[in-house]
């Protein structure tokens, strides 16, 4: 048998399991609490976990969750699960799955080595610090979150190759050829798919006039069951897989993606294409209550947040005090408030800008920072400022997925188009979406990002540049062990919901799925609000909080966590966030 045909054979073999919709011979178990432990409780949520053995994928989305794991099954490691999992949620999941992206891998291996690959998008060379404003100086509605000029460089593919070279045990076509498959047969929509397809119709027409498969041929609206059929992905995809970084960056990928930004304005050269690529960093590791967390350096500003604010909380009885109360709630927002607004000053790509993050982590520091917190009173964010003696001691839909293998080792991903469906440009002819990424610079000082955050000079546009970025992938060891592989998408909430996944789990003693589903409640800083989910607090807690000064908005859900962690027996609990489709597989 030749190898493409042998190929082909077991890609076929796994798009019918998929298509039928089992993949293990082993039925996962029921999550032993979900159904009396979370159904009384408005704060929880509910969806069940899945449990397994050796191996386990946690995805936003189920068909994603499943090509992972059967390329564990077939004895691929996380990292070869990794590039099946991202490049099929390209396909799946086009509202934040990407290869017109960016995102952020930590990943820990099982002799305690560990990782981070930056494929963060970066400026295009012809950027300029002030390219979304206008003559006064005044920033161009929309002009950095739609439309051609609103895309960095995407770095998707460049990370994907650069994993599997270093880490990668499959054949790299074996991981590429499940998504060109799902792209040529169709994957049927889900009735959040559909409606989040219908919500940017508009913009869909306005940029990608009479020639995106995203909108029906009939003009009709999209709904539960359609099936979207992507034959210009899947050339693509065939494309990646038979030549790697050059059948992207390179060829006629590369001349479709130059010619569609040419078509609309936008800046991007071959020369940004050839510049492009990730970056391995040195993961933050920092430490709570016993726990040690390994997350995301610069330039992420989530890995700082967190383990900022994870400090910040040690000194404080949150067990005590309990999920969602008053105490814990009002001690939690004033430790965001005060990270967030560190954040706006000091936090950019580092390949640009001297960050301090050692001063950022130092204890003295954030103990200086907590000086003024008051238990009794909200610290009015126009009263504080980023913390000056730093240097002494010293969009929406972005989606995440965790990944475990039988040899233990772990990934954490966090990806991103920006907003959902990005920029709206799909590449005429390949199409993909391209990312919004540019919004996330500090497109003017002080004004505020399409997530509300602000920013200045350490995050200021430069030619090929990272934007700052939210993303959090995080592992947790505890005994120096593999204990929680966790991330989420949300924007600037992204540091926030995992750093109360975290304390749900270390604090509250909660399972993962639990730690997941509790409800979720954010504080950036500027603006001034606590965004909150619908049951976040009971009308007790939250008329408290309102008398010491806290004001809310309810934004709806906050983030997708996708969570593993690993039982004393080192069995695995797979927890995907009940906000969305998400799915976890394992065996
Ligand atoms: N684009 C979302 C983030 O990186 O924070």
């Known amino acids: 048998m030749n190898t493409s045909y042998r190929r082909r054979r077991l890609s076929l073999a796994l798009l019918s399991i998929i298509s039928q919709g089992f993949l293990f011979a082993q039925q996962p178990e029921k999550n032993p609490f979900s159904q009396n432990s979370t159904a009384h409780a408005p704060h929880i949520l509910s969806k069940e976990a899945v449990y ?44 934040a799955g990407n290869i017109g992206g960016g995102g952020l891998i930590v990943a820990r291996m099982p002799d305690g080595k560990t990782f981070a690959l930056d494929f963060r998008e970066a400026a295009p060379i012809l950027a300029s610090r002030d390219m979304f404003l206008d003559s006064a100086g005044n920033v161009i509605p929309a002009l950095s979150t739609h439309g051609h000029k609103a895309s960095g460089i995407p770095g998707t593919v460049d990370a994907m190759v650069q994993l599997h070279k270093k880490y990668g045990k499959l054949p790299w076509k074996a991981l590429v050829q499940p998504s060109v498959d799902i792209a040529r047969k169709g994957v049927f929509l889900t009735t959040r798919e559909a409606d989040g397809l219908n919500e940017v119709r508009e913009s869909l027409e306005q940029y990608n006039p009479g020639k995106s498969y995203f909108l029906k041929a009939d003009k009709t609206r999209w709904k539960a069951g359609d099936k979207l059929v992507q034959e210009d992905l899947a050339q693509v995809m065939e494309r990646i897989r038979d030549k790697g970084r050059d059948g992207f960056y390179k060829g006629k990928t590369a001349e479709l993606l130059l010619a569609e930004m040419k078509r609309g304005g936008g800046i991007f050269t071959q020369k940004d294409l050839d510049a492009y690529t990730a970056k391995w960093r040195t993961p933050l590791r920092g430490a ?101 003696d730093v240097r002494k001691y010293e969009s929406d839909q972005t989606t995440h997925f965790s990944i475990v293998d039988p040899s233990g080792n772990a990934v954490s991903l966090t990806t991103t188009l920006n907003g959902a469906y990005g920029s709206k440009v799909v590449i005429g002819g390949a199409g993909f979406f391209m990312n919004n990424e540019m919004d996330d610079f500090s497109v003017k000082p002080g004004a505020p990002n399409m997530f509300g955050a602000i920013g200045g000079e350490a995050n200021a546009i430069q030619p090929r540049k990272r934007m700052l970025s939210s993303m959090t992938p995080t592992i947790v060891e505890k005994d120096g062990k593999l204990f929680l592989v966790l991330g989420t998408p949300g924007g600037t909430t992204i540091t926030t919901s995992v750093l109360q996944a975290i304390i749900n789990v270390v604090d509250h003693n909660m399972t993962a799925q639990q730690a997941v589903a509790t409800r979720r409640f954010h504080h950036q800083y500027v603006p001034d609000i606590v965004r909150i989910e619908s049951g976040t607090f009971s009308a007790e807690v939250e008329s408290a909080l309102q008398r010491k000064g806290h004001s809310f908005r309810n934004i709806g859900a906050i983030g997708k966590v996708e969570m593993i962690l690993v039982r004393p027996d080192t069995s695995l609990e797979g927890a995907a966030d009940p906000r969305g489709d998400d799915s976890a597989a394992g065996f």
Request: hydrophobic letters at 40%; a neutral charge.
């Open 288 to 388: 709570y209550r016993g726990y040690d967390i390994i997350t995301m350096p610069p330039p992420s500003a989530g890995g700082v947040g967190l383990l900022q604010m994870l400090s910040m909380l040690e000194t404080y009885p949150l067990k005590e005090w309990g999920v969602n109360s008053e105490k814990t709630a009002h001690c939690m927002i004033e430790v965001e408030r005060r990270s967030y607004a560190d954040r706006a000053e000091y936090l950019g790509d580092p390949d640009f800008y001297n960050v301090p993050v050692k001063g950022l982590l130092s204890k003295p520091y954030l103990a200086s920072r907590m000086a003024s917190y008051n238990p009794d009173k909200a610290t009015p964010s126009s009263e504080l400022t980023f913390g000056k």
């Open 52 to 95: 397994g053995h050796k191996a386990m994928v946690v995805s936003a989305h189920p068909m994603a969750s499943r090509v992972g794991a059967e390329i564990l099954q077939r004895g691929g490691n996380a990292f070869d699960a990794t590039v099946a999992v991202q490049f099929a949620l390209a396909v799946v999941y086009p509202v």
